[in-house]
């Protein structure tokens, strides 16, 4: 039995994860980290976790967990990480976006290339049991050669784009990205905010993949809806083949193979669960044999990252990069002065 834990118990995601450990067979949630004492004992009364710190470099030294899932802003996960590879924890789910500024995505590929920890980002939606089934069903030839993938948001890149690029890899396993043509717009994204997920507002890219497979992102108020839900499930991927094609939003999916159409329904809150609880199950397969390497593992997260920082300069400069690209530096900092000088015509 894995003894996990939580840093950071503020926000809805912890508490997605915590309700997941009732699906869990391998661990069990033993302590939990925030810094505000009074949200730190409301989600241990609630979730039955009597090993509480304000500290989690505390947490780490003294409980020695297996697993911990990492619920921070995305300026200060990095600082986590390195206190974990620095206190020997041997696993980590970190939330996701991993990064929002270039230098920050240097920081962690550095961290990357010596860490001895596991990472994981936390998408969770690869492990939804309907997504992962038309995956599967991609993966074996059900729609034949795979030739586009059109994928959607309707919040912006740094909440969701990289789940949609995660979902682009993921039905196309072992592509690499090769080029990115990206436009953005929109400033309010881009404004100071307590979450520190700063992004356009509206966002399109083109994207090449090594193996011929071509995708269109698009993430913010631009993406299509999709139900009758909150913005934050207006998500979608379609994947188009020679023989067909499969279709995925977060309430309802789609498959039409060689002219045979079937469809349905599923509902959100019952897959996410499931998914959650599936990816920490993944992650203790990765501990138990270094050969079972975490599809949502740190290097494919930092793939995805680069792919939306060669949009910022493609957006920039006008022009197609070539990928993975050396990002530039303040690329946020550009972004508001020129969206916001657009908007101010």
């Known amino acids: 039995m894995f003894k996990c834990a939580i840093v950071g118990v503020s926000g809805g995601r912890a508490h997605g994860h915590a309700e997941a450990y009732q699906y869990v067979q391998r661990g069990t949630l033993a302590a939990i980290s925030t810094r505000q004492r009074d949200k730190l004992d409301a989600f241990g009364e609630r979730f039955g976790v009597a090993a509480r710190y ?8 003294r409980e020695k967990p297996d697993l911990v899932h990492v619920h921070t802003p995305p300026t200060v996960r990095l600082e ?12 980590l789910i970190v939330e996701k976006p991993l990064a929002v500024q270039g230098k920050d995505y240097v920081a962690i590929r550095e961290f990357a290339r010596q860490a001895r920890a596991r990472v994981a980002i936390n998408h969770q939606l690869h492990f939804h049991p309907r997504r992962m089934a038309l995956q599967r069903l991609v993966w074996g030839g059900g729609i034949g050669q795979v030739r586009f993938i059109d994928a959607s948001a309707r919040m912006n890149l ?14 196309n396993p ?4 090769v080029t990115v043509f990206g ?3 929109g ?7 307590r979450g520190q997920h700063y992004a356009p507002d509206q966002s399109l890219a083109k994207i090449n993949y090594d193996n011929g497979v071509h995708a269109l992102l698009q993430c913010g108020t ?15 991927i379609a994947v188009y083949g020679t023989r067909g094609h499969v279709q995925w939003t977060m309430w309802s999916w789609e498959t039409n193979c060689d002219g045979r159409r079937e469809s349905g329904t599923h509902q959100y809150p019952e897959e996410d669960i499931l998914g959650q609880a599936a990816m920490t199950e993944a992650m203790f397969d990765w501990l138990e044999d270094e050969r079972a390497v975490h599809p949502l593992n740190l290097d494919a997260a930092l793939q995805d990252l680069n792919i939306i920082l060669g949009m910022y300069m493609s957006a920039l400069h006008h022009r197609v990069i070539s990928l993975p690209v050396e990002p530039e530096g303040d690329l946020i900092e ?10 101010r015509l």
Do not use: C, W
């Open 54 to 61: 304000t500290d989690y470099r505390e947490m780490f030294a």
């Open 80 to 91: 986590i990480m390195e206190a974990a590879e620095a206190a020997g924890i041997p696993a």
């Open 158 to 171: 740094a909440y969701q784009g990289t789940h949609s690029l995660q979902a682009i890899g993921a039905f």
């Open 174 to 177: 072992g592509g690499m990205p």
């Open 183 to 185: 436009q953005v717009s």
């Open 187 to 193: 400033a309010e994204g881009l404004r100071e905010s």
């Open 222 to 236: 631009n993406a299509p809806a999709v139900g009758d839900g909150p913005v934050n499930t207006h998500k979608r």
């Open 334 to 343: 550009k972004l508001r002065r020129r969206l916001g000088d657009v908007s």
